[in-house]
């Protein structure tokens, strides 16, 4: 007879690079996206895509928004 195990999967953010470690995993990713602005303004207006399943990992990331100014 076959055992099933579950587990989680972590989650991680990616913006410009830089993989953010996630604050709490009972908040959602536009909840996280709010936490971060603090750090990273820039992700206020990004886009936020995923998740991208990278083995236990659940990845996100999130895009610039390219527009002009004015």
């Not at 993989?19 to 603090?38: G, H, K, T, W």
Request: without cysteine.
């Amino acid at each position: 007879m076959a055992i099933l195990t579950a587990t989680a999967l972590r989650r991680e953010f990616v913006y410009n690079g830089t993989v953010i470690p996630d604050p709490n995993p009972a908040m959602s990713p536009e909840q996280v996206r709010d936490v971060l602005v603090a750090a990273y303004p820039e992700i206020a207006t990004a886009a936020l895509t995923g998740p991208e399943l990278k083995g236990d990992t659940a990845r996100y990331n999130f895009s610039r928004a390219i527009g002009s100014k004015g």
